[in-house]
Structures are given as C-alpha cells and as structure tokens.
Nanobody, 126 residues
Framework: QVQLVESGGGLVQAGGSLRLSCAASGRTGINPVGYTLGWFRRTPGKEPEFVAAASWSGEITEYADSVKGRFTISRDNAKNTVALQMDSLRPEDTAVYYC????????????????WGQGTQVTVSS
C-alpha cells in the first residue's frame, strides 16, 4: 500500500499562483524501475483529467496541453514528495486536485494509477 497526502490548495485570483505538495509513504520502493507521481483534477460530474506526471528521477515529465507553460511538476525523492507549481491560474483550473501514484514510467491514464490521495480544492476566481 502507498499513502498520499496532498496540501497547498486554496482560493486565488486569476493570474495568481499556488503550489501543491504531495507526500508519499508506504511501499514506494517495491518496483526496481521506480514509480511515477502525478496530478489529476476533477470537477463535479466529470472524469479525472490528467494534469502532470514525473518519473522517479524527475527527468521524464508529461503535461496536459491545457497547463503546459503554466504548471511545473518537480520531485524530491529524498523526501518522497512531488510538487505542482501552478502559475498564471485561470478560472477553468478550478477543481479538486489529486496526487496519484503508479509503478513504472509516466503516462496520462487515470486507470494506471493505483493509489490516490484525498484531494485538495483549488479555486480560481475571475
């Protein structure tokens, strides 16, 4: 089992910034090729939307087109954490943001992520 705890959500005006953090604990080291930590977001009535993901080394990253150039994902493996720096926020970024874990390399498929955090609300006002 892997436990994920997010922090850093809140209310911000359009154009502002927020930084989300996620701490992973448990059996994260079971896969010899490492693991991926990613972020998804969800609005009521919709399926989870991929936002960003980073490989164990942090060298491989993926971003949704809607956040490229505005969001940055980063890893700190010494602390088993991943952060999502969100700049130039827009009202359409409003959602519950979830940290998620998968063994192996990054991809954008929610079904491939085996463990999820409880989510943190991000609200961007216009």
């Amino acid at each position: 089992q892997v436990q994920l705890v997010e922090s850093g959500g809140g209310l911000v005006q359009a154009g502002g910034s927020l930084r989300l953090s996620c701490a992973a604990s448990g059996r994260t080291g079971i896969n010899p090729v490492g693991y991926t930590l990613g972020w998804f977001r969800r609005t009521p009535g919709k399926e989870p939307e991929f936002v960003a993901a980073a490989s164990w080394s942090g060298e491989i990253t993926e971003y949704a087109d809607s956040v490229k150039g505005r969001f940055t994902i980063s890893r700190d493996n010494a602390k088993n954490t991943v952060a999502l720096q969100m700049d130039s926020l827009r009202p359409e970024d409003t959602a519950v943001y979830y940290c998620a874990f998968k063994f192996g390399r990054p991809n954008q498929l929610p079904a491939d992520f085996a463990f999820w955090g409880q989510g943190t609300q991000v609200t961007v006002s216009s």
